[in-house]
């Protein structure tokens, strides 16, 4: 594995005038600045952004033009469909939609595709079935930008079709010029879109769904805070699908936890006493890691259409099975997930697969479902951009994730003619291609890549080197200002030299966790764990004598006792 490079963030600011402006530590204040949160209004804005603070869904493209046509499609009483995704923010941007559009009175269904049979997003054996079913008006959301043949098929055969997406563009390079290709749909909104003049290109499907219902009762004159009802799902939705926590995605995510914690939805309450959450305060992190798995989990291995009937039950005994279900399967796909790592890691360790800088993996046996997943667990080992192949009933099917050097959209864009479909953004993609292009494919993406050596490096942004006798109790509470926590908006860490290991205990049923004392050259000491091979953490700390480390500070309670704490996160 390739050593680490440890890298201490030097942007600069007046961190003491901050500090005193704002109210807080000059360390708080450095940490924002780290975020590339610069001016008063902006900080302002990151430590008290609150629902008055959000985005007019009138600035989007075509959203005036979807709100008139929506609301004339429920004046006629017109049939409408819902076309969703089988993943979090499909399930949660067609539930929001559905919900939003009942609401005012609409006579809407909803479609999920399944994983294996329909594949991901709007395609033609939904546009038959629809008008099978006398559909007048398909909304999609979280898929569509990309489908332009489809609906044009759906336009031919006289259906109304709104398009409601996130995701990037596709695009043509014409004499140099980017030129995008839109769907022929009656109205497309999407921040991403060149003419779109919304101010936050990083909302998921289910923000974009979100703001489409708040302008739907703007118009009709329903109060504002009744849209506040769906904040909880677009914080599930925002952090499940990996979006930045930033500008308007954080106030959506961080009003959105407070919503989620006191649910009014019978499911989520249900998935969240399942999964013992119940009595804590439920962060970003229990969405990434615990409730988000759950929801995605029916997507995988069966039908996401499980998870959106968790979301729509009322009856709370239905909706405890429900969630149970959930959770079962969630297991499943743990251990179904565990055997797909292990065998994607033991090609590349004996394979010429590991000479590669672009990781192309393929699995024939593995659950196409669970590609992704492997796909992130091995781009994590290895820290290079990684593509999962799996053998589909209709060719070869896979998913990519990839690193903050590499565009994993533009570079399936660069190989499109050995694809049969692909779709996605710069760190997560998915594709399409016949299975006689798998070798051709990974030449190819590996020829055209242009990652270095320092590229594929590993890197830790240290925060703050900070020696831990500056820890207090005070400073812990500033550092939940900063929250939510994700991608976008990293929770920080800190550095020291010097820092020696005393007492250690081994604990864990993998034994891989390591409880110790840790003192530095001056002799502050203060509790510590890590969580990792802790025989080769101990081996290296005897070794050496002292380590540098990267750390967390916390709060640990234990039997109504608490402590300071350190979490160590690197060490050299």
């Known amino acids: 594995m390739t050593e680490e490079r440890w890298v201490v963030a030097a942007k600069r600011a007046d961190f003491q005038g901050i500090g005193e402006k704002f109210s807080i530590d000059p360390v708080i204040a450095r940490l924002i600045r780290n975020r590339d949160v610069i001016t008063e209004e902006d900080i302002n804005g990151y430590l008290n952004g609150n629902l008055e603070q959000l985005n007019n869904p009138f600035l989007m493209k075509d959203m005036e033009k979807a709100v008139e046509m929506i609301l004339a499609k429920i004046e006629q009483?017109?049939?409408?469909?819902?076309?969703?995704?089988?993943?979090?923010?499909?399930?949660?941007?067609?539930?929001?939609?559905?919900?939003?559009?009942?609401?005012?009175?609409?006579?809407?269904?909803?479609?999920?595709?399944?994983?294996?049979?329909?594949?991901?997003?709007?395609?033609?054996?939904l546009i038959q079935n629809a008008i099978a079913d006398g559909v007048d008006t398909i909304v999609t959301c979280d898929n569509g930008i990309a489908a332009a043949k489809e609906i044009q098929m759906a336009k031919d055969a006289g259906l109304?079709?709104?398009?409601?997406?996130?995701?990037?563009?596709?695009?043509?390079?014409?004499?140099?010029?980017?030129?995008?290709?839109?769907?022929?749909?009656?109205?497309?909104?999407?921040?991403?879109?060149?003419?779109?003049?919304?101010?936050c290109k990083l909302l998921c499907g289910a923000g974009v769904a979100f703001k489409l219902i708040c302008a739907l009762y703007e118009k009709r004159g329903i109060a504002r805070e009744k849209t506040y009802d769906y904040l909880d799902l677009v914080a599930v939705a925002t952090v499940g699908d990996v979006m930045d926590l930033k500008e308007e995605n954080r106030i959506l995510v961080k009003e959105g936890l407070k919503y989620l914690r006191n649910t009014k939805n019978t499911g989520l309450q249900a998935l969240i006493r399942a999964n013992g959450l119940e009595d804590k305060k439920i962060s970003a992190y229990h969405i990434g890691f615990v409730l988000g798995p759950c929801i995605?989990?029916?997507?995988?291995?069966?039908?996401?259409?499980?998870?959106?009937?968790?979301?729509?039950?009322?009856?709370?005994?239905?909706?405890?099975?429900?969630?149970?279900?959930?959770?079962?399967?969630?297991?499943?796909?743990?251990?179904?997930?565990?055997?797909?790592?292990?065998?994607?890691?033991?090609?590349?360790?004996?394979?010429?697969?590991?000479?590669?800088?672009?990781?192309?993996?393929?699995?024939?046996?593995?659950?196409?479902?669970?590609?992704?997943?492997?796909?992130?667990?091995?781009?994590?080992?290895?820290?290079?951009p990684t593509i999962v192949l799996t053998k589909g009933e209709q060719g070869v099917k896979g998913s990519g994730r990839s690193i903050e050097t590499y565009s994993m959209f533009e570079a399936l864009n660069e190989c499109k003619e050995l694809l049969t479909k692909f779709g996605g953004h710069p760190m997560a993609a998915g594709l399409s291609l016949e299975e006689k292009n798998v070798e051709p494919f990974r030449e190819k993406i590996n020829r055209l890549c242009r990652l270095t050596e320092e590229d594929l490096q590993p890197k830790v942004v240290i925060d703050v080197p900070m020696p831990i006798s500056y820890i207090t109790r005070e400073l812990i509470e500033q550092l939940e200002l900063l929250e939510p926590f994700g991608k976008g908006n990293t929770k920080p860490v800190f550095a020291q030299k010097g820092i020696y290991v005393l007492n250690p205990r081994i604990f864990g049923k993998n034994r891989n966790v390591v409880k110790m004392q840790v003192a530095d050259e001056n002799g502050a000491s203060m509790e510590a764990v890590y969580f990792g091979e802790s025989e080769v953490f101990l081996e290296t700390a005897k070794e050496k004598g002292k380590l540098s480390i990267v750390y967390y500070p916390g709060i640990n309670s234990y039997h109504g006792r608490e402590n300071l704490q350190i979490t160590i996160l690197s060490y050299q």
Request: glycine fraction near 8%.
């Open 77 to 125: 009483n017109a049939r409408i469909r819902i076309i969703g995704d089988y993943d979090i923010d499909g399930v949660t941007s067609a539930y929001i939609l559905r919900k939003g559009l009942r609401e005012l009175g609409a006579d809407v269904d909803t479609y999920l595709p399944d994983r294996i049979t329909d594949g991901y997003g709007i395609h033609e054996g």
């Open 160 to 199: 109304t079709v709104i398009v409601t997406d996130h995701h990037e563009v596709p695009y043509e390079e014409v004499n140099g010029e980017i030129r995008e290709i839109l769907p022929p749909a009656d109205a497309v909104i999407n921040p991403k879109q060149k003419a779109c003049s919304y101010p």
């Open 296 to 384: 995605n989990a029916s997507g995988r291995l069966d039908t996401a259409r499980r998870s959106l009937e968790l979301l729509q039950e009322e009856d709370p005994r239905k909706a405890a099975k429900l969630a149970g279900d959930l959770m079962a399967m969630n297991q499943s796909r743990k251990a179904l997930t565990l055997e797909g790592v292990e065998e994607a890691i033991r090609q590349i360790d004996t394979t010429s697969l590991s000479k590669d800088r672009v990781l192309v993996v393929y699995l024939p046996e593995c659950h196409e479902s669970l590609a992704g997943i492997i796909a992130g667990r091995i781009r994590e080992k290895y820290h290079k």
